[in-house]
């Protein structure tokens, strides 16, 4: 039976769980009851009294007053929300506030938004203060502002105490730069040990200025107070989380970008690329029109010029070699909507699968080792998810650097009291919560994670129910733990046994535990493999298939998972159909109306080797910058050297455009229309915010209209009619349509009538039963050169960038990260005679190149670590060749180098 309470005298339907605030503003909307110390994103607070209402519990009791933020509200309660008595007491509140606000900002200025604060004065008619002549707390405090910072700003005359930005940091960041300092009327708001924003821990989230309900802080651009012509809402461009932003937009001009307060995946929240780092979109380098290279030189060309000689060198180079001499590489910071088009281009215009993705270099070991296991090679959970766990599990993943929402998210959740099981062979921010970190020897992952199962089998803490019904093949998985050697193990992995088996005890024991896994798990000889046995390890403890566990990769670029649905991989086409099945071949020629090719194409580094060799002659690439981001640079650029005919269509000139004979100048993210989807399978709208830089194009115009070009009748661009094409083959999408993807977005598989799946596997797996499998560990090849190259580098991202940099590098992010520094162990330097800040020669079997030294104890002896967004730095001289077993992925995460001191 529902139970219902009353607004004015007027009944509405109550909420299980509902406050007195939730419920007037379901019923009545937002700006029923005004509000000041409370956030929708932080917890109830109760502190100013603005939001207080006259209400009673029962039709004959008196009426009092009650603050409606966290008072819940009953069944039968009468509510009168803007009563004389409450609008006479909330006057009061707002004058004593007033009291010693500056007179100068009580209104908004002619050409300003006013902030909250402002607008409920407005609304109040309250301009003036009765109490200003007895309150003089801001005499006792130092208010001058601090702008030091490339990005936020605060001040403190304009605060009015209500500790939202303390709260804020305190609870949405977890990083607890706010507090307060002094009592009475000396009590006042403090950075840090009473620093500057630039000296404290901030790490430039924004989120403080955001929820601040005055000008007591804000950002460079003055988001929270300019005016704009128009407010868009996009999804973020920066990693896989798939954060919601509102851009607002004056003119063709971006003049500043908030966190959508009302979002599935960041409520209110960002991170600082996603929030600041937004000037690269009309910086000076911008490509602006497209270029053909005469005579060694890139000349501006029209785009029918630019068309014209690709559709001459492609339609010359297939008919004398063929069309598997042809290869395109596909962008994952691209939409769904031109992904699609790329690879539909490749197999229905060239009649090639020579086409991959930047998903290669990541976590293309983790779609094929969860596709071996559970049949599907994406996150079983979701996001959401996060608060039903118990514990969580972080495996070779830097989160709050590299996926900073879900990483503080994470934080919060261990702040809670949740448990905390960290592997990763250096100490990250997480570490420091951790109630187990497992800091193996990089490469050796694989007999860790053996050694964790074999822990789990040896206590008797498997899930047989679970495994004899909907699992396969554990008897052989039984066997091969049952031979482990522990003692070996830990000589392998360098990681104590018994800190292993007190680890995997935990996570075997909690309930609900949920693992996420990073591109340390995926970047390594045998990565895939790594995979697949974290996949057992969940099926073995029945970790799958409910809230709050499961297996989830947290994808690094904005839409590799997108990328992969859309068939951008050379072994199965949209939707994850493998193209080499009659079956599958025949249901794609029917949508694409052409014949297509059976076999197999190249991968990435396969098409390398091949235009090495002289079998590739021409690559089409879409927004990669492989000269940086692909492994031994050196044979990269032989490969690209060696073609007759290279086609880049980019943002900036990166080191590969350079090499092009064609450059097609693309639109950012924020010029287009489309979707991405996140590390967790939503699929959400990429809104257009702006027009396209001067003579640039969307991706997917510029493959559409070279589609049409070169013959093959493609629809003109539009996300909306590509989205279309994409649900008639990708079973995953179905469902989907541009209208009801709505603001929220959904995640995928999403049926017939729009419904989406948060949990997959659930009742089954997609296989039918998980499988478990089970591996020797195999040593990287690449260790063979440990003798003369006595250290193993390990490579990452820092919060302040991303990947090659090369949008990041163009905003005001380089003032707070300007440099790739190598970290290194105190034991190891000092025996090397290096301080902290030397410049120091790194070098490998390939090349050498030089950076700074960072002396730290955040890695072990042996072990260096280093990041790779500043092309001068140009780490991937000293990455090699040696790859996934499976997939080819590159192992980042394991180069054996030397490092010495540069002379001074």
């Not at 000092?830 to 079997?845: C, L, Q, T």
Request: charged content about 25%; some cysteine; aromatic content about 8%.
């Amino acid at each position: 039976m529902s139970k219902s309470a009353y607004i004015n005298d007027t009944c509405f339907e109550m909420r299980p769980g509902e406050t007195i605030l939730a419920f007037v503003r379901r019923a009545k909307g937002d700006d029923c009851i005004p509000v000041i110390c409370h956030a929708d994103n932080l917890e109830p607070c109760g502190s100013c009294r603005l939001c207080t209402v006259e209400a009673a519990g029962k039709i004959d009791a008196p009426t009092r007053m009650l603050a409606s933020c966290h008072t819940p509200v009953t069944h039968g309660m009468r509510i009168y929300p803007n009563s004389e008595s409450v609008l006479r007491l909330r006057r009061n509140i707002l004058e004593l506030m007033l009291s010693d606000y500056p007179e100068e900002s009580i209104a908004a200025g002619a050409d300003q938004r006013p902030t909250l604060f402002q607008k409920i004065l407005k609304d109040h008619d309250v301009t003036s203060s009765r109490f200003a002549q007895i309150a003089n707390r801001k005499t006792h405090t130092d208010n001058r502002p601090d702008s030091g910072h490339p990005y936020i700003r605060s001040a403190f005359s304009e605060c009015i105490y209500c500790y939202r930005c303390v709260r804020t940091c305190d609870e949405l960041q977890g990083q607890f730069v706010f507090s307060v300092n002094g009592r009475g009327y000396n009590n006042r708001i403090i950075k840090g040990t009473d620093q500057t924003f630039s000296e404290s821990e901030c790490v430039s989230c924004g989120a403080c200025v955001q929820n601040c309900p005055t000008n007591a802080l804000y950002d460079r651009y003055g988001t929270k107070t300019a005016r704009a012509d128009r407010v868009v809402r996009t999804t973020c461009t920066y990693c896989g989380v798939g954060c919601n932003m509102m851009v607002s937009v004056r003119g063709n001009s971006i003049i500043g970008v908030e966190a959508a307060e009302r979002s599935a995946v960041n409520p209110g929240h960002s991170c600082v690329k996603g929030r600041f780092a937004f000037e690269f979109y009309n910086h000076p380098d911008r490509l602006r029109s497209p270029l053909i290279k005469k005579d060694g030189v890139h000349v501006e060309a029209t785009w029918d010029e630019a068309y014209a000689f690709i559709k001459q060198n492609l339609d010359r180079i297939k008919a004398e070699h063929g069309p598997d001499a042809i290869a395109g590489i596909s962008s994952s910071r691209s939409t769904n909507e031109e992904n699609f088009l790329m690879q539909k281009f490749m197999r229905a215009v060239i009649g090639t699968n020579n086409i991959d993705g930047c998903a290669r270099v990541c976590h293309a070991p983790s779609a094929f080792g969860m596709q071996q296991v559970f049949g599907t090679g994406a996150a079983t959970n979701s996001f959401s998810d996060l608060p039903f766990a118990e514990l969580i599990m972080v495996v070779g993943s830097n989160p709050t650097e590299a996926h900073p929402v879900v990483g503080a998210r994470i934080k919060q959740q261990i702040l809670k009291g949740n448990k905390l099981i960290v592997i990763d062979p250096r100490k990250t921010e997480l570490t420091r919560y951790a109630d187990f970190h497992l800091q193996p020897l990089p490469g050796t992952n694989l007999p860790l994670f053996s050694l964790f199962a074999h822990y789990i089998l040896r206590h008797g803490l498997i899930d047989r129910e679970f495994i004899a019904k909907r699992t396969e093949g554990f008897a052989e998985f039984e066997s091969y733990l049952n031979g482990i050697n522990p003692d070996e193990i830990e000589k392998i992995t360098t990681v104590k046994k018994e800190l292993v088996e007190q680890a995997a005890i935990l996570y075997a024991e909690t309930d609900r535990a949920l693992c996420v896994h990073g591109l340390g798990v995926t970047e390594h000889f045998q990565g895939s493999r790594s995979v697949m046995l974290l996949s057992c390890i969940a099926m073995m403890t029945g970790h799958i298939g409910r809230r709050g566990v499961g297996v989830n990769p947290l994808r690094g670029q904005n839409n590799v998972q997108g990328a992969a649905d859309m068939g951008a991989q050379p072994h199965q086409g949209a939707g994850y159909l493998d193209i080499t099945q009659k079956e599958h071949q025949a249901f794609y020629e029917r949508h694409y109306g052409v014949p297509l090719p059976a076999k197999v194409g190249y991968r990435i580094p396969e098409m390398i080797y091949a235009a090495i060799m002289g079998e590739l002659k021409a690559l089409w690439i879409v927004g990669e910058d492989i000269m940086q981001t692909d492994p031994d640079t050196d044979n990269i650029r032989k490969g690209l050297e060696n073609l007759e005919f290279l086609v880049v269509q980019e943002l900036f000139m990166t080191e590969t455009a350079k090499r092009a004979h064609v450059i097609l100048p693309a639109s950012c993210f924020y010029e287009k229309d489309g979707t991405f989807t996140s590390g967790e399978r939503r699929v959400q709208r990429v809104n257009k915010v702006i027009e396209p830089l001067g003579n640039t194009r969307p991706d997917g115009q510029i493959i559409a209209e070279v589609m049409n070009v070169m013959g093959y009748p493609q629809a003109p661009y539009s996300g909306q009619g590509v989205l279309e094409e994409i649900t008639r083959l990708v079973a995953p999408y179905r469902g989907i349509t541009w209208e009801n993807l709505g603001e929220m977005g959904k995640q995928w598989p999403v049926d017939e009538q729009g419904n989406e799946t948060v949990i997959l596997h659930d009742v089954v797996f997609k296989s039918g039963l998980g499988r478990f499998y089970s591996f020797r560990y195999q040593p990287s090849p690449e260790l063979e050169h440990l003798a003369n190259y006595p250290f193993i580098l390990t490579t990452g991202r820092i919060l302040e960038h991303y990947n090659c940099g090369s949008m990041t590098r163009r905003t005001p992010n380089v003032e707070l990260v300007n440099e790739d520094l190598l970290m290194i162990n105190p034991q190891d330097a000092e025996r090397k005679g290096i301080r902290d800040g030397d410049a120091v020669e790194v070098s490998s079997p390939r090349g050498k190149t030089s950076l700074k030294a960072r002396v730290t104890w955040d890695i072990n002896p042996s072990v260096l670590h280093t990041t790779f967004h500043f092309p001068q730095v140009a780490i991937n001289h000293l990455t090699g060749c040696v790859g996934d077993l499976d997939t080819m992925t590159p192992e980042f995460k394991v180069i054996v180098v030397d490092v010495k001191r540069e002379p001074t």
